[in-house]
């Protein structure tokens, strides 16, 4: 096999990078200030925001934490807000300030809501007006005392900013009534903090950073803690990955997913921040057509997305018209990258669909396609630097090569534990440090890694063990086809029986015409049966397929 891996990513050989090179993720963002504090770090709706005026706007908002709020060290402090350029000053700020970040999906129910607030022992939080209907229906039952409300046009300057305010909220009617007496606008907190001089707060790698929810395995939400050392060393780990084509204070990164999850909060805001780059934040990337008129507006040099964000981008009709010279990276994570849809978007951008893998509690890098890769490899890639895995089997039995099993990982990036749940952590995190993924994955001759499936995911039919995955890159390569979820279903005959949710691109496609494809496929146990086409599956806030859901359903 042609060696197509860089020299420090060597398989067999554990690379290693100084994750300790900064005290803090603020020590990161203050190099990145003093290096490139006159060119643009963040954009959104066609507003630049260069690092310096970032930097002043964070000081000014740890400064209201600090000193009118009067927020100690460790406090946690939640952002409810979608990709904005309050986003990048609210994290800053919280974590300059000392306190812990507890980001929250925008789109939770007030259940939800409550839970996480009410879990991660919240103080205070910064919301957009959009979403703060559903914090007052619950903030009587927390113990939330402060409330930052910002509004989509606070940054985007005094004209643009009013117009984009009145078309939410007049036009368009996105930010339903609500009534929260003590709510301080986020422009008043930066002017409030903006009046007194930030004092200083040393921090240091053991220093919480974030709680960041998690659904896990149990279906309860818990709070991942990561540490300031955990969030460094994915930077640095990353900063190895992509030295051969990334080039410091000339990268332009397109942030289509929300921040708020950890695959975007630390791949663009954090590794990107601290190579300089320039970050688009997408508020609505679900606007497929507006999100590719931004592609066309911007020499793209980076993105980031999931398999379906990728997907739904290439079967845009402009989206082909994009001038992609100027690309370098296209980076797929928090789900598995579909062979259909790598092949085509190598086809139409002239680019490989990299991929790789993470997860919340591991910061969340942890295996990764080399980037001077050409194709598809069907595999996660290898692991980062400083990262040990291993593959076993239900009794804890390390396996082989090409042997299948649950995949374990081990690094500085892996989270210090779930918040107040000990029982958990122990369960997830073995006494040598490595912890449980829950995937299913095997290791092939060249060390590469390949995942199979999710382990709560695994189709058994008649004793025979079947991955979606495999079922869902099958059918999804079926000419004709838009998405597919596969999950499994009860069966007297067979204990389980696949089932397909399917959605069209070609209306006459039949499900006969599905099942006799597969035939050709896969071998006769893996054939689906039970075929429902729907006009859309169900996704999560970053557009992953929820099997979960069609199951309950």
């Known amino acids: 096999m042609e060696k197509i891996w860089l020299q420090s990513y060597e398989p067999g050989v554990r690379a290693e990078v100084d994750v300790r090179a900064y005290s803090s993720i603020i020590a990161v963002f203050k190099d990145t200030v003093r290096k490139f504090g006159h060119q643009q770090g963040f954009t959104n709706m066609g507003v630049g925001q260069t690092y310096a005026e970032t930097n002043d706007h964070v000081n000014a908002f740890s400064s209201y934490l600090q000193n009118v709020l009067k927020l100690n060290k460790g406090e946690r402090v939640a952002v409810m807000m979608p990709n904005v350029l309050q986003y990048p000053v609210a994290v800053f700020g919280i974590l300059q300030a000392g306190c812990v970040v507890v980001n929250v999906n925008p789109l939770y129910t007030p259940r939800e809501l409550e839970h996480q607030l009410n879990d991660a022992q919240v103080s205070t939080i910064v919301v957009l007006e959009n979403f703060a209907n559903t914090l007052e229906l619950v903030l009587p039952r927390t113990g939330v005392k402060n409330v930052i409300v910002g509004s989509i046009g606070d940054m985007l300057g005094w004209l643009k900013g009013g117009i ?39 921090l240091t790698l053991d220093d919480l950073a974030f ?14 803690e990561l540490t300031h050392g955990n969030i460094v060393a ?31 909060l630390t791949v663009n805001l954090m590794i990107f921040t ?65 062979k259909a849809v790598a092949l085509e978007w190598k086809k139409v951008t002239g680019i490989p669909l990299i991929e790789a893998y993470g997860l ?74 490595f912890l449980a993924t829950g995937d299913i994955a095997e290791i092939n001759e060249q060390g590469f890694v ?31 086809i838009l998405e597919v979820a596969c999950i499994g279903v009860p069966s007297e ?58 199951r309950t359903q």
């Open 164 to 202: 984009v305010n009145f078309v939410v909220r007049r036009i368009k009617k996105m930010v339903p009534e609500y009534r929260i007496p003590q709510a301080v606008s986020f422009k008043q907190a930066l002017s409030a903090g903006r009046q007194q001089p930030f004092q200083e707060i040393p």
């Open 211 to 224: 709680l960041q929810y998690t659904g896990g395995t149990t279906g309860v939400a818990k709070g991942a």
């Open 234 to 264: 994915n930077m640095q780990q990353a900063g190895e990955w992509v030295k051969s084509k990334v080039k410091d204070g000339e990268e332009v990164v397109i942030t289509a997913l929300p921040l708020y999850h950890i695959f975007s």
């Open 274 to 338: 601290k190579h300089g780059a320039k970050n688009i934040l997408i508020t609505n990337p679900r606007d497929i057509p507006g999100f590719v008129k931004e592609l066309k507006n911007n020499r793209v040099t980076v993105i980031t997305g999931v398999n379906t964000l990728f997907n739904a981008l290439i079967h845009n009709k402009d989206f082909s018209s994009i001038d992609f010279s100027s690309w370098k990276i296209a980076l797929g994570g928090g789900m598995a990258v579909q």
């Open 360 to 433: 919340t509690e591991t910061s969340p890098g942890a295996c990764v396609n080399p980037l001077n890769i050409k194709e598809y490899t069907g595999t996660i890639g290898l692991p980062i630097p400083n990262t040990d895995i291993e593959i076993r089997d239900g009794e804890g039995k390390v396996l082989g090569i090409n042997e299948v099993g649950e995949l374990w990982i081990q690094g500085p990036q892996v989270m210090k534990g779930y918040w107040q749940r000990p029982d958990e952590t122990a369960k997830a995190i073995d006494n040598r440090g």
């Open 450 to 480: 390949r995942l199979v499936d999710r382990k709560k995911d695994m189709i058994v039919v008649s004793g025979f063990n079947v991955y979606p995955n495999e079922i869902e890159d099958v059918v999804a390569a079926m000419p004709g």
């Open 493 to 550: 005959k067979s204990g389980e029986a696949i089932k397909l949710f399917v959605v069209k691109k070609d209306p006459k496609i039949t499900k006969e015409d599905i099942i006799a494809y597969c035939r050709k496929e896969l071998t006769g146990y893996k054939v689906p049966k039970d075929i429902e086409f729907r006009d859309e599956l169900p996704k999560s806030n970053v557009g992953k397929i929820l099997r979960k859901e069609l």
